[in-house]
């Protein structure tokens, strides 16, 4: 069966299913491709992403800040109340981190005293500390229902998502794409490339070079609180160095290693000497004895050489649309990058808000690598 269409989205993660809605919602007919058996597996299901538009990348921040709005008052059709929810971050600074204090500070912390620390998190450690900071304007993310909320919106706009559809090659034809796929081939004049650390793998299926694109591993897990206190209040807290970070998560504690490991796109696992490690600097900043991990889980982040991302039409392959690369950050900013996707594939330019908050369109695109 030959399904047709104007644009294909090849990804169901956070980046796929939200260009394809906001696409779909200005009036094009638009199939979502999902290797998997679910949409958003991979990177998107492993998540523990935050709202943080403090941050060094300019780019990243514009992106974040212009998310803002979508994900503190999403429309009543989407959520019924705000995606986002208070955490508020605690950086540890010691020394020798003297240029990393000073570039956080740069960046929008706050330099705040023990005290405060203390009152916002019990059993952090002070000693030693040359440094502690403060980031207030960081938030939650409700993972789960951003991404889910973008599929309703896509299939009530006429969308359809394919699940098990993994691209097996495509051609262009007669000026359109033919995808060929494990449930069939799809036809459309235009390709919206969000697959992830898969990305590349699937632009040279398609005759289509790729940008250099590297997934790096992170490894996360879950451990629990020290008895007889609630954590769920509790800010993030990471050292200057970001060396690992914690925060709480359904009433217990989420550690990761902070790593970026290069690997090559597979469905990944956590690195239980990375977890050890990171277990090791946990009880050297906090007052708390772990005494065993109750679950572990990695995922991929994808970044592009220069760690921005990776937007726009190819300008070697007619019809083909890059959105990728997000480098860790894709959840926070896609709502602005899913609406720079769908003006940009409509022909369109940046949305005026979004080039207000320094986003250009020459910097996000595909052809810095051509």
């Known amino acids: 069966m030959t399904r047709t269409a104007d ?35 991979h990177a998107t299901g492993r998540s523990a992403a935050m709202y943080e538009p403090v941050d060094a990348s300019a780019v990243v921040s514009g992106l974040t800040r212009a998310s803002g709005d979508f994900l503190r008052s999403p429309p009543a059709d ?34 705040v005293d023990a005290a405060f620390a203390r009152a916002r998190l019990p059993i952090v450690k002070t000693d030693g500390a040359i440094a502690v900071l403060w980031d207030g304007l960081a938030q939650d993310i409700d993972v789960d229902a951003l991404h889910t909320g973008r599929l309703r919106a896509l299939r009530r706009a006429g969308g359809t998502v394919l699940v098990d559809a993994a691209v097996q090659g495509a051609r262009r034809v007669d000026g359109a794409w033919r995808v060929e796929t494990r449930v069939g081939d799809c036809v459309a004049p235009v390709i919206v490339l969000a697959a992830g650390a898969w990305s590349d793998l699937v632009a040279r299926s398609c005759g289509v070079r790729p940008v250099g694109l590297q997934p790096k591993r992170r490894s996360a897990a879950i451990l629990a609180g020290p008895a007889g206190m609630a954590v769920q209040g ?31 796109p597979h469905d990944a696992w956590a690195d239980d000497l990375r977890l050890a ?76 808000d979004i080039a207000a908050e320094g986003i250009d369109a020459q910097a996000i695109s595909p052809s810095r690598f051509r």
Not at 82 to 101: F, H, K, N, Q, T
Not at 324 to 349: D, F
């Open 234 to 264: 509790w800010p993030e807290i990471l050292p200057a160095d970001v060396s690992f970070y914690c925060k709480p998560m359904g009433g217990k504690l989420m550690l990761s290693p902070a790593e970026e490991d290069p690997m090559e």
């Open 277 to 352: 490690e990171a277990v090791e600097r946990l009880e050297a900043t906090l007052d708390i004895s772990v005494q065993r991990l109750e679950r572990t889980w990695g995922g991929l982040r994808t970044f592009a050489p220069d760690g921005l991302p990776v937007v726009g039409f190819d300008p070697e392959a007619e019809g083909f649309f890059w959105l990728a690369g997000q480098g860790g950050y894709g959840i926070q900013t896609s709502p602005a990058l899913s609406r720079v996707a769908a003006a940009l594939v409509a022909g369109g330019g940046i949305p005026d």
């Open 7 to 41: 644009i294909i989205v090849i990804g169901g993660g956070m980046a796929g299913a939200s260009a394809a809605a906001e696409i779909a919602g200005a009036g094009a007919t638009v199939l979502l491709l999902e290797m998997e058996s679910q949409p958003g597996y």
């Open 78 to 111: 989407f959520a019924q109340a705000s995606l986002l929810s208070p955490r508020g971050v605690l950086m540890m600074g010691y020394p020798g981190d003297e240029a990393l204090i000073s570039a956080a500070k740069a960046a929008g912390f706050d330099e």
